[in-house]
Structure formats: C-alpha cells, structure tokens
C-alpha cells in the first residue's frame, strides 16, 4: 500500500442509495399484486396534514404523504413588490424549495430548475381556485419548503398550499387537493413514491376542485398508453374527491380545537 | 383605552408595565426560558436530524454526510460545513430571492461555535487515513422565526450531530468506499459484484454513532434598563435595548460571549447575571437533550436500523 500510487479512485459513496444510476427495474408489484410498500395499486399513502404549523405566517399548513413533507407557508394579503405594475386584482406569489437534506444526495433539487418548474406550476394550480379581486392591488404570498422529497412532491405541495391558504382565510373557490400517479408497462401506481415515480414510464398529476368538478391543472409526462389515460385520470379524480374530505375534516378539526 | 389598542399604539410602555411587575406580557418571569423541544430523526433522507422547538421558533437541521479525500495536511481528519437557512416561509420579513442579513451572521457564529467547543472530534469522521472521511453537511433551516434563532439553531444542531449515525463501509485498498449492509456486516459485501475482488484488502469500519465532547447550549438575554430578560421572543428583540448572547458547554465552562454593541452597556453585575441564567439553561436543556436521546434510542423504529 503506497502512498505514490496515487491514483486514488474517487469516492463513490452516498449514504442513502444514489437513485440516478440506471439499473434493471426491479418489480414494482409482487406476484400478489401488492406495491413495494405493501399498498394496493390504486391505494393512497397513509396522510397526515395539519395548519397552523407556523406562527409567524398568516396561514400554515404541514402535510406529511408517506415519506413525502412538506410546510407551507402563506403571507398576505400585504403591499405588493414596487417594480409591479399596477393590478385591480391580487397577485398571488407563489415560491417553492427543497431543503438541501430532502433529497439522496444532498443539494440535488436546489441546483436543477425542479424548484423554478414547481414554483410556476403551483402558481397555476392555485391560481383560478383563488377570489383574486378579494384583495385589490395587493400580494398574497405562497411559500412552500420540501422538508423530505419522498415522491409526488409537487401534488402534495399543491394540496397543502391549499390548506395554508384557507389556514390564513384567502377566499377560494374550493381546496385544491392534487394527486399523482405512476404508469409502469401495463399498470397505473396511484399516488407513487419516489422509487415507484423513478421505474415509472409516465406520470400524471391532477390538481381539482372537487365540489366544483373542475380540474386547475392536469399534467401528463412520459410515455402512456392511449388506453389508460382515462382510467388513470377516473382514480386521479376519485383520489381528489377523499383527499378533499380528509383536508376538510382536518380544517374543521382545527378550527374546533382553537374554538375551544 | 382598550388594552389591544393600548399595546398597539405605546409598545414600550405597555411592555415597561410588565416589566415593573416582574412578569411577561406570556405570563412568563424574566429570568424563565419558553418550554422546549427536541424531537429526533424528522427527516429520514438525512442521515441525522432533528427538530427542535423553542417557544415558537422552530429550527430542523439535517445532516447528509458524503466521502471526501482528506487533505495533505490533514489526512486523518473529516469536516464539517455548516450552514443556517432562513427560507421565506419563517417570517414575514424574509422574501424569496433576498438573503437575510441575519441568516448570514447565524450560519457564522453557529459555525464558530460549533468549531471552538470541539463538539466534534474530527479524527472521528476518519475512515481511512490519507484515502477517505466524512464529510458531514449540516443545515439548520428555520421554520418558525420568534426570537432566540442563534439558542434554537445551536441546539438543533448538537441533537442532529448526536443523532447523526456513520453508516458501516468497508474501503477497499484503493480508497474506495463501498456501503455495507449493517445486518450482517462483512459478508454482505462479498456477494456485491463491485466490491467482491477486493475483499481481502477492504477494510470495514462498522456503522456507529458519533463520539460528541462537551456539547454548547446558548441562551439569549435581552438587558432593558434594569431588567433582564432570557429567551426573547421576535416582539422583545425588537422592543428592547440590547441582547447578550452566552454559550456555555454542559461542564459550565463559557465558549462564547457575544454582545453586539446596542443602546445600553452592560454592567458587569448584568453580565454575571446573564452567566448564571445561561448556565442554569444550559443544565436545563442538556437534561431534555437526554431525555430524546433515550426516548429515541428506546423507540422500536431505531432498532431496526441498527
């Protein structure tokens, strides 16, 4: 062992296991039928959500989808930026980061344009689902922080936004809950996780106002057979429909609980 | 008046009424810091973290390690970068795109602090001498900005570190650092494809904690007139005259004293006072420290992973 052999290899160690080294896909159903995490194809992850997670800020909510967390936070309605031209409506400002440790390697997210692509695509989310004229010439701000990148981040974000929002009492329209789902080969994983929405061929996430019927975004990635592009959206929208019941009964239980 | 209105429109004076009763407009007594706490191992993609609350200030920290090839002069030794965050979502007064002033004096002195108390043993983040170490990233992101940011940030990154685990490797002779799979330790790495030529050579250091000195616990005083207040919230570091921050390590020796200048000096009655405030709080919050580490180390979750 010399040390002027000095052709040291470079390291090549992460601790948690690097998800971008291309492999053979293991199996995402076991003969069974049943996912990597033990769920049904077309079952959700365990949720838990909860507003008011942060004092400082007008509204707040915390949402935690699996392995997936998220906080949002809502500021507003306060003075818009000077450089803004002038608006009869509010704006609404929406901005989304990764916490450096929220990813298997560290800083992944911050450096790629993934935090610019979910800042606009939240904005456009949330956008129609909020009373803009409500709050004339003003800004309300939307800000969200990925705690732990565990799969369908964007869609979890979306729904918790949702929350803070009402958490901070913006007029919406309706909660905007938002679901992702997988399509492996021949099979749709909805809600995936990370490791599901990395073997995946595409994606789809939709973000709805159930009681409205309305859908505020719909996005398709990847590949995906003709065939089962609307069944995948059917369980999208059911998935949004009991999502939209559990961010309802939790509002509510918020509310009593600070009644009190 | 109506008291809201009251404090609305005369702050100070509403404060100073306070004061004069020894008591706080929270119903706390000055001298009393605001109910703590640690929760360990909130984020699962860090290889060590944890969320710390004071009062409403809460603070996560996560620590990610990576491998590194020592320096020259240095080869037996690891390092530590730290970082402090404060993202837009803490505080009314951070906008994105922006960085926070106070952000960056934070980052500085919880790095200073974390580096003269010899928390951190650096040899302990050696694998390989002259091949390989750890290099541990340690972010501290405010969620909830209310006061006392250095105190919280600090804790929450001495009860990251003391969660912080080493995952077992084994280097090859090269200097490569192969992840060995903890349950049965060395035999997993003779069935990898990568790693099964080399094993003769590799050596394995096992997964384990972290060996941690004496840890540093800060608190923040407010001096006003009189009165001295520990453990401000956002509303009395702004209302008052003057902060005092004091680090103090578990064994009650001072590591740091950091008084930035302000309207009032401090007497040295005040400035032994503070000493002893931050002493009793460092005992304090040493003992709810404790309690996580073994409430963590209990919980069935840890035991699966070790």
Not at chain 1, 200 to 215: H, K, L
Not at chain 1, 241 to 259: N, P
Not at chain 2, 142 to 156: F, I, K, R, V, Y
Request: charged letters at 20%.
């Amino acid at each position: 062992m010399s040390r002027a052999a000095s052709t040291y290899a470079v390291p090549s160690y992460n601790a948690t296991p690097d998800l971008s080294v291309k492999g053979v896909p293991p199996s995402l159903l076991s003969p069974e039928g049943s996912r990597l995490d033990g769920r049904l194809p077309h079952e959700c992850r365990p949720a838990y959500m909860k507003t008011g997670a942060v004092n400082a800020a007008a509204g707040s909510a915390y949402a935690e989808f699996g392995q997936t967390k998220v906080i949002v936070s809502v500021y507003g309605p306060r003075e818009s930026k000077k450089a803004q031209a002038f608006s009869d409506i509010g704006r609404l400002n929406c901005d989304v980061k990764f916490a450096s440790f929220s990813t298997s390697v560290r800083g992944k997210a911050s450096q790629g344009m993934e935090e610019k692509e979910y800042t606009g695509m939240l904005h456009k989310a949330l956008e129609c689902a909020v009373a803009l004229h409500t709050f004339p010439k003003t800004t309300v701000d939307v800000f969200a922080l990925i705690l732990q990148s565990g799969g369908g981040d964007l869609a979890v974000v979306i729904s918790c936004a949702s929350m803070a929002l009402a958490d901070a009492g913006i007029v919406m329209y309706d909660l905007v809950p938002a679901v992702s789902l997988s399509c492996t080969g021949s099979e749709v994983l909805l809600d995936a996780s990370m490791e599901e929405e990395r073997w995946g061929d595409g994606g789809m996430i939709v973000a709805a106002m159930t009681s409205r019927n309305e859908i505020t975004q719909l996005t398709m990635t990847g590949e995906w057979p003709s065939t089962k592009v609307s069944e995948a959206l059917q369980l999208c929208l059911d998935a949004c429909l009991k999502l939209a019941e559990l961010m309802r009964s939790c509002l509510k239980e918020q509310v009593v609980a600070g009644g009190q | 008046m109506e008291v809201e209105a009251f404090k609305r429109l005369y702050p100070l004076p509403f404060y100073e009424r306070y004061l004069d009763s020894s008591v706080r407009p929270d119903g706390r007594p000055l001298g009393r810091a605001r109910p703590t706490s640690v929760s360990l191992g909130a984020v699962s993609t860090a290889d060590g973290s944890a969320l710390v609350k004071i009062g409403n200030t809460t603070m996560l920290a996560g620590v990610k390690l990576e491998v590194m090839v020592p320096s020259q002069e240095t080869p037996d030794q690891g390092s530590i970068t730290v970082d402090f965050q404060m993202p837009p979502i803490c505080s009314p007064l951070v906008r994105p795109g922006r960085p926070v002033e106070a952000a960056s004096v934070i980052s500085e002195q919880l790095s200073n602090v974390l580096t003269s108390s010899e928390l951190v043993n650096l040899s302990e983040l050696c694998i390989a001498p002259g091949k390989a170490a750890w290099m541990a990233y340690l972010d501290v992101y405010c969620l909830d900005a209310d006061g006392s940011l250095l105190d919280t940030a600090l804790l929450a990154s001495v009860a990251a570190l003391a969660h912080l685990q080493l995952p077992a490797v084994s280097v090859s002779e090269e200097g490569r650092v192969y992840p060995v799979s903890s349950s049965t330790s060395g035999d997993v790495s003779m069935e990898g494809a990568e790693t099964s030529i080399k094993v003769k050579g590799n050596s394995i250091s096992p997964r384990r904690r972290l060996k941690l000195g004496a840890a540093p616990f800060a608190l923040t005083c407010m001096v006003h007139k009189k009165h001295l207040l520990a453990d401000p919230c956002a509303e009395e570091e702004t209302l008052l005259q003057c902060s005092i921050t004091i680090t103090m390590n578990q064994m009650g020796r001072l590591v740091s004293f950091y008084k930035p200048g302000g309207a009032v000096p401090a007497t040295t009655a005040i400035v032994k006072e503070c000493i002893s405030l931050a002493r009793r709080r460092a005992r304090e919050v040493q003992q709810i420290l404790k309690e996580a580490l073994e409430d963590h180390i209990e919980s069935p979750s840890l035991m699966q992973t070790d």
